[in-house]
């Protein structure tokens, strides 16, 4: 289940992005030597100033840029997040990994542990240790604080002076075409200069990024790999992809990172299939076009190797499915989810079949079962609700999705959804309401607002809701108080 949900925001979004400088190789056992960098940051910004500000520019960054909301690709990717973060060390708060629908190779990080990475990215590794080289690398930016550290360095400069600067490259990164004019807006252009990592942060990002690297299980060369593959395309290219335009690669830093990682042990890193997986959803819902793709993966499937086949039968379902051939898509789904029963990817497909094709108890069969075992899994939840609202059965649907805005109260398309049960079944004063949550999470404060209102006047002589209705309102007019003061 694939929905992209947008909406237009005017504040300028704070952010930052790496520019990978000439490194030195340093000792592999001085685990993240550095000085407490809670202590050497904490006059320029505190950690839970820097939570609130990454908060609010993740919220205006799901309004200004293509984010996916995809909870099978999101799933993969925090669990992939989540297996290098465990390794670092001076992780101050939770991470957040995204992902953006954007064909060039790129990944940024900004306030708060939140890192986004481009489809693109996916697409053009060849194996998940590759993927994971550029992770670790961003997650040791983050751990180490280069951005509180940036702003200390330069105490002429507000936190929010910096922001706009920040925030239009990291837009030029996420929306090319919006940036760009944000940058011209802003003039951040003729000032990215001020904001560009020093030589010591980069030091510190690659040696303590191949160490979680290879401490978390991946190849440690897989970082040389990638970045000498990298360069090996971009000579071929009259434009440089987005990742080179913030992180320059010159040879020395390929052969430092090929000496870094001759420190470790060499590993022969099994090929997990959900990486195959996630690529070859990526492949078919957002590259070429489904008839194409079906060529492609068909030509897959002539590789031997048990995982390269899953993925190529997946992704030929997919296109299949693309390209309304149902019958042949449910055909290879069917035979997956039989040699896998648990397998998130085959089922979540198996559901969008189910919607296709009107059919719609096997899914909901399927899916309550797995519900089970995993209640709050954002697959299985947020699949069998939408089945459930296409079947007509709100109750269940609404039920379903306000358990799991419990737990994840900020997911936006379970609250893109919900609005939608609550418009089908014209529960009026509910929809509006939490349609003003939806654009409360993509900073689009004054409509949240709006929204609440419109909902107060559905609300008849229900008291109580008309409190709740004015106490939400108040918070979010605090919200907007408490960002002209960061």
């Known amino acids: ?20 400088a000439t490194a030195q190789v340093s000792d592999q056992h001085q685990r993240n030597a550095l000085p407490e960098i809670g202590v050497v940051a904490s006059d320029a910004i505190s950690i839970d100033k820097e939570i609130q500000i990454g908060d609010i520019l993740m919220r205006q960054l799901r309004g200004q840029a293509p984010l996916l909301s995809d909870p099978l690709l999101e799933e993969y990717l925090q669990d992939l997040g989540n297996r290098l973060v465990v390794q670092a060390d001076n992780v101050k708060f939770p991470f957040k990994f995204f992902m953006i629908n954007n064909a060039d190779i790129n990944a940024f990080a900004f306030f708060g542990g939140h890192i986004g990475v481009h489809t693109g990215l996916i697409f053009n590794s060849d194996n998940e240790s590759e993927l ?22 330069q105490q002429k400069s507000s936190p929010l002076q910096l922001a706009s600067i920040f925030g239009s490259v990291l837009l030029a990164m996420a929306d090319p075409e919006a940036g760009m004019a944000a940058l011209s807006a802003t003039n951040a252009a003729a000032q990215q200069a001020s904001i560009n990592y020093t030589r010591a942060n980069e030091r510190e990002a690659d040696r303590i990024g191949i160490q979680v690297l290879a401490q978390s299980g991946y190849d440690p060369n897989a970082a040389a790999t990638f970045f000498g ?11 440089p992809f987005a990742y080179l335009l913030t992180h320059p690669l010159p040879q020395s830093r390929i052969a430092d990172a090929r000496s870094r990682a001759s420190s470790y042990n060499v590993r022969q890193v ?31 499937l002539d590789k031997q190797h048990y995982v390269f086949k899953q993925s190529a039968l997946y992704g030929l379902a997919l ?24 397998n998130l990817f085959y089922l979540d497909l198996a559901a969008d079949l189910s919607i296709a094709q009107k ?50 109260p900020n997911n936006l398309l379970a609250l893109q959804l919900l609005s939608d ?19 409360a999470l993509v900073a689009a404060y004054p409509r949240a607002i709006d929204e ?18 004015r106490a939400r309102i108040d918070q979010i007019r605090e919200q907007i108080d408490r960002i002209k003061t960061l």
């Open 359 to 408: 059919d719609y108890a096997p899914a909901i069969a399927m899916l309550s079962e797995q519900a089970k075992h995993s209640p709050h899994n954002s697959v299985i939840s947020l699949n069998l609700a939408n089945i459930l609202i296409k079947k007509g059965d709100i109750k269940e649907a609404t039920r379903i999705l306000k358990d799991f805005l419990l737990i994840n």
């Open 1 to 20: 289940m694939t929905q992209r949900l947008f909406a237009i925001v005017t504040s300028a979004v704070f952010a930052f992005s790496s520019t990978i």
């Open 270 to 300: 099994p090929e997990r299939l959900s990486f195959h997986l996630a690529k070859a959803r990526i492949t078919a819902r957002f590259y070429g076009n489904p008839k194409d793709n079906i060529v492609v993966f068909q030509d897959m």
């Open 229 to 239: 593959k990298l360069a090996e395309k971009y000579r071929l290219r009259s434009t």
């Open 452 to 469: 609440l209102h419109t909902a107060y006047n559905f609300a008849g002589d229900r008291q109580l809701e008309k409190q709740r209705i």
């Open 421 to 439: 049960a609550y418009l089908e079944s014209r529960q009026m004063l509910e929809m509006h309401q939490s349609k003003a949550e939806v654009y």
């Open 132 to 153: 994971a080289s550029v992770l670790a690398h961003e997650v040791a930016h983050v751990t180490q604080r280069h951005i509180a550290r940036k702003i200390q360095a």
């Open 319 to 342: 296109s299949y499915f693309e390209n309304e051939q149902y019958a042949q898509a449910q055909k290879i789904i069917n035979q997956l989810i039989e040699n896998d029963t648990n």
